[in-house]
């Protein structure tokens, strides 16, 4: 038994929006995915999918694509994505009835993997704009919108700090941690969510959301104050999940 994880997959079997504008790796990523999950994930195994699932707007507009990953093996938990429209935060105990033992929407809950928890939240970075000088350093940057990214972090923290708070009421003391955006920006080494990966001693933090060799940098990978940090955006593992559990290092 395993846990994996993968995110963005941006599927859009309703919607017609082709990725492959966005490089080469996502040529025919819906068949490598297809492909690569059903090599790697056994039917026992647990696979998270850490966002950006589908480019439908409204859940009518997704029902192709949710039924793709429903048809992937092993059990699917599903994060929220900055593009996952169809999913309305306060509506995850709705969506959970509706697809309940088919899917499972994490925010605001937990789901349980062997003697871990499995939280999660959105997440929020500020992504800018930031200002450059002529060697690329960065100068300054849009304060009205990091006045704004502020707020969106303060509400992405309350919510995964309920999703921590309901796992630890239920007795779980191990935790691996799902975000979509990565935990810090391009010039953080620290963030609130780092911070709370700390304090709860998590096994890791999982996030995907950059995309395109330029981005695959901007935040935390590798051990970092004795936190495992992983990239599993899709086109950053060519669509092959990522083993987060167990941990091969
Ligand atoms: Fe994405
Ligand atoms: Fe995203």
Redesign the pocket.
Same mark, same amino acid.
């Given at each position: 038994m395993a846990l994996y994880a993968m !995110?963005?997959l941006?599927l859009s079997f309703q919607t017609d929006k082709s990725m492959e504008v966005f490089g080469r790796v996502w040529k025919n990523h819906v068949k490598k995915t297809e492909k690569y999950v059903s090599r790697i994930v056994k039917p026992e195994d647990t696979l998270v999918l850490t !966002?950006?699932h589908s480019w439908g707007r409204k859940l009518e507009e997704c029902a192709e694509d949710l039924a793709f990953i429903e048809r992937l093996p092993g059990r699917k938990i599903l994060l929220r !994505?900055?593009?996952d429209m169809f999913w309305d935060a306060k509506k995850t105990e709705q969506l959970n009835e509706r697809f309940r033992d088919r899917l499972f929407f994490l925010q605001d809950n937990f789901a349980a993997y062997e003697d871990y928890a499995l939280v999660g939240t959105k997440g929020f970075t500020f992504e800018g704009p930031f200002y450059l000088d002529p060697w690329g350093n960065v100068t300054g940057w849009d304060e009205e919108k990091e006045a704004r990214a502020e707020k969106l972090v303060a509400r992405e923290m309350a919510r995964l700090r309920r999703s921590f708070q309901k796992a630890e009421d239920a007795g779980y003391r191990k935790f691996v941690m799902f975000l979509?955006y990565p935990p810090t920006n391009i010039l953080e080494e620290s963030s609130p969510f780092t911070e709370i990966a700390e304090e709860y001693g998590v096994s890791a933090v999982v996030y995907?959301?950059c995309?395109g060799e330029r981005r695959y940098g901007d935040s935390i990978r590798g051990m970092h104050h004795g936190i495992r940090y992983m990239l599993v955006?899709g086109d950053y593992l060519n669509f092959r999940p990522e083993q987060i559990l167990p941990s091969s290092i």
């Open positions: !995110g963005d941006h !966002g950006d !994505g900055n593009h979509h995907s959301h995309h955006s």
